[in-house]
């Protein structure tokens, strides 16, 4: 069955350091997201990505936040200078969105840990 | 803005209970989710419910939005150690395809 993936699982970084986390969605799947969620708290929502650009974004979706879909495959999420604060389970969904009933699957997340 | 409630908190119950999971929004929802998750991982798609009054079953869980669609529960029969995990219900604003808010989840423990 196809599925989401998130690479790396586990990310540590140092305040202040650029990171990327990456993404493949499935296939033939055409909106994508990025939402978060800091330990203990609840899953909370960054980004939607459609046809090559932002559909929505949150106000936790900073100017230190960017997404790209590099290639045919990939969607990324980049973190320009980490905070603390960001430390987070980073979760990429995707939806086919040919029907209103099409549901959203989740990736595996990538752990970021900020130092 | 819109915010999903889900109760209980947390829940421990005996191998081969039934228990039931409650999430309530305070506006009527376009399309209800519910997810499964283990501590510290992803979210495991179970079910979506869209039209009021529907109900859907997969293996021991079943799921229902009520009426108004303003209400789900998530009921597990015959509960077994595998059911253990965070459910967590996520709801659509509205039609097509917008992220999803979710509720702060109920924690299971199932205890053979």
């Known amino acids: 069955e196809p599925e989401v993936t998130q690479t790396p699982s586990h990310q540590v970084t140092q305040m202040g350091q650029e990171v990327i986390l990456r993404c493949v969605p499935i296939?033939?799947?055409?909106?994508f997201y990025w939402y978060r969620q800091i330990l203990g708290q609840k899953v909370e929502f960054l980004v939607s990505?459609?046809?090559?650009?932002?559909?929505?974004k949150s106000e936790i979706f900073d100017d230190q936040f960017s997404v790209e879909r590099p290639d045919g495959s990939n969607f990324t999420l980049k973190i320009r200078s980490t905070k603390l604060e960001d430390s987070a389970m980073y979760f990429c969904?995707?939806?086919?969105?040919?029907?209103?009933?099409?549901?959203?699957?989740f990736g595996p997340g990538t752990r970021l840990t900020v130092l | 803005s819109q915010e999903l409630e889900q109760s209980p908190q947390s829940l421990i119950v005996q191998e081969g209970k039934n228990l039931t999971i409650n999430c309530t929004s305070s506006?009527?929802?376009?399309?209800l989710y519910w997810y499964k998750q283990k501590y510290g991982e992803g979210l495991i798609f179970l079910m979506m419910?869209?039209?009021?009054?529907e109900e859907k079953s997969h293996e021991k869980i079943t799921a229902k939005l009520d009426e108004k669609k303003q209400q789900s529960s998530l009921h597990i029969t015959a509960s077994q150690p595998s059911h253990a995990g965070i459910y967590l219900c996520?709801?659509?604003?509205?039609?097509?395809?917008?992220?999803?808010?979710f509720g702060a989840g109920t924690r299971l423990a199932v205890h053979p």
């Open positions: 419910l869209q039209k009021g009054g």
């Open positions: 969904a995707s939806i086919r969105g040919y029907r209103s009933t099409d549901t959203q699957y």
């Open positions: 990505f459609y046809n090559n650009e932002i559909s929505e």
């Open positions: 996520g709801a659509a604003r509205s039609g097509g395809y917008n992220k999803l808010i």
């Open positions: 506006k009527t929802l376009y399309g």
């Open positions: 296939s033939n799947h055409l909106y």
